[in-house]
C-alpha cells in the first residue's frame, strides 16, 4: 500500500497532533520525546534509547532534578517579567502561559510536586510577592534589575519635581488673584526727628553704688530704664569673664567621632553574610542550636538563612537567632551601637563581661581599638 495523500484529511489530522500540545502523561522529560497515545508511550518505555536515559539520571539523579528545577525556574520567572511585569498575577494563569509553548520543561520533573509548592517556594526566596486570597494564590514578579531600579527612582524624583511646579504655579495663582484689582502699597518714607533731647552723663569716679549720675532734666528714657544700667553693666562683665573660660573649638575629626558615639542604636541587628544560631525549639532537634549564614534581610528584622550542615534555607525572625562569637583572630562584623556596620578582627574576650575587644578595620574608625562591645552586638562572619 503507497504513502498516502499529505492532503487527505488523516495526514492533516496528524500534523495538526504533532504542532499542538499532547497530554503531559504521554511525555518523556528525560528524553524529551511526547507521545501520542498510551501505546505509543509504553513502546517508547520499552525501547533501548529511553533505558539508556534510565542508566544515566540513576548514577547522578540529584543533578538531574537540580538542572531541571533550575530551567523550570528561569523559564517561568523569564516569561512572568515579560508578559506580566511587575503587575499581580493568578499563577495559573502564568503557568497556563507558560506550558503554552511547545519546548516547555514539564513540572513533573522538577522538585516541587505542585503549583502551589513552587509558588510559595518563590516568596520564601524573595523572587516574588506572593498573596493567597480564597480565589488561589496571586504572585508578583520583583525586578531586581539594577536599570529597572534606576529608572523607578527616576521617575519617582520626576513625580516630585512635578509636584513641586505645580504646587508653585498654584501659589503664584492665588497671589496673582489676590492682588488683582488692587494697587501694591509701597514703603513711606518719613523725616527723622528727635524731640525732648536731653543729654546723660554717667560719673565713674563715685563708688559702685552711684555709677550712673541724672542730670536735673528728666531723660525721655524715664527712671526705671536708667534703673538698670548698673546691673546691666556688671551683667556684662560676667558674661565677658565667662566667654573667656570658653574651651577651644572642637577639631572636625573630635566632631564626626562624637557624632558617632552618640548615635542610637536600632531595633534591627541582622545582616547579611553573617553566621548565627538558631535558639527556637520549634523547629525541632535538627535546627535547634545549629548554625546558619545569614543570606537575605527582610523588612529588617526577618531573616533567610542557609543552614550550613545540611543546606536548608529557612526563614526566621531575629528573636529565634542569637550571633556567634568567634575565636579571637578572626573577622567580625559590628550589628549595633556607635561601630555598627564596620569589620573587625576579634582581638579579646571578657567572659566576665559578656564583651570583646574589636580591632576596627574598615570606616572613618580604622585601626581603632574598640573595647567593651556586647556579645549582642557583633557576629561572626561568613
Given at each position: ?35 501520542r ?22 548514577e ?24 506580566f ?78 509636584q ?24 513711606v ?11 546723660v ?11 550712673a ?6 531723660s ?30 572642637k577639631?572636625?575629626?573630635e566632631?564626626?567621632?562624637?557624632i ?7 531595633a534591627?541587628w ?91 578595620e ?21
Amino acid at each position: 500500500m503507497g504513502k498516502p495523500d499529505s492532503l487527505t484529511p488523516k495526514a492533516i489530522a496528524n500534523r495538526m497532533k504533532s504542532k499542538g500540545l499532547q497530554k503531559l502523561r504521554w511525555y518523556c522529560q528525560m528524553c524529551q520525546k511526547q507521545c501520542r497515545d498510551e501505546n505509543g508511550f509504553k513502546c517508547h518505555c520499552m525501547s533501548e534509547s529511553h533505558h539508556r536515559q534510565l542508566l544515566l539520571a540513576a548514577e547522578q539523579p540529584q543533578q538531574f532534578v537540580d538542572s531541571f528545577s533550575e530551567e523550570f525556574r528561569d523559564g517561568f520567572l523569564g516569561l512572568l517579567r515579560r508578559r506580566f511585569g511587575t503587575e499581580r498575577v493568578h499563577n495559573n494563569v502564568a503557568y497556563n502561559e507558560y506550558i503554552r509553548q511547545r519546548d516547555h520543561l514539564h513540572m513533573n520533573a522538577t522538585r516541587w510536586e505542585t503549583l502551589t509548592d513552587f509558588t510559595k517556594w518563590l516568596g520564601r526566596e524573595g523572587l516574588c510577592k506572593v498573596e493567597e486570597t480564597p480565589k488561589g494564590w496571586y504572585i508578583r514578579y520583583i525586578d531586581r534589575d539594577p536599570r529597572a531600579v534606576l529608572r523607578q527612582l527616576q521617575l519617582k524624583k520626576k513625580q516630585r519635581l512635578d509636584q513641586e511646579e505645580e504646587t508653585a504655579r498654584y501659589i503664584e495663582e492665588q497671589v496673582r488673584r489676590g492682588l488683582a484689582g488692587k494697587e501694591q502699597e509701597g514703603p513711606v518714607f518719613t523725616e527723622l526727628s528727635r524731640e525732648n533731647e536731653e543729654r546723660v552723663t554717667f560719673d565713674f569716679n563715685k563708688g559702685a553704688g552711684s555709677s550712673a549720675v541724672i542730670t536735673s532734666k528728666i531723660s525721655p528714657l524715664g527712671p526705671s530704664a536708667l534703673a538698670t544700667l548698673g546691673p546691666v553693666a556688671s551683667l556684662k562683665r560676667k558674661q565677658s569673664s565667662q566667654s573667656s573660660a570658653v574651651p577651644k573649638k572642637k577639631s572636625a575629626l573630635e566632631e564626626i567621632m562624637e557624632i558617632e558615639m552618640k548615635s542610637s542604636r536600632t531595633a534591627y541587628w541582622l545582616q547579611p553574610e553573617i553566621i548565627v544560631k538558631i535558639i527556637t525549639k520549634k523547629l525541632g532537634d535538627k535546627y535547634y542550636k545549629k548554625k546558619g549564614v545569614v543570606k537575605e534581610v527582610i523588612d529588617g528584622s526577618t531573616a533567610v538563612v542557609k543552614m550550613m550542615h545540611s543546606g536548608d534555607k529557612l526563614k526566621l525572625d531575629q528573636t529565634h537567632l542569637e550571633t556567634v562569637i568567634p575565636a579571637p583572630g578572626k573577622r567580625i562584623l559590628i550589628l549595633n551601637g556607635s561601630y555598627r556596620g564596620n569589620e573587625g578582627t576579634l582581638e579579646s574576650i571578657n567572659e566576665k563581661a559578656f564583651s570583646a575587644a574589636v580591632v576596627i578595620e574598615t570606616g572613618p574608625f580604622k585601626g581603632h581599638r574598640v573595647e567593651g562591645i556586647q556579645y549582642e552586638d557583633l557576629s561572626k562572619l561568613a
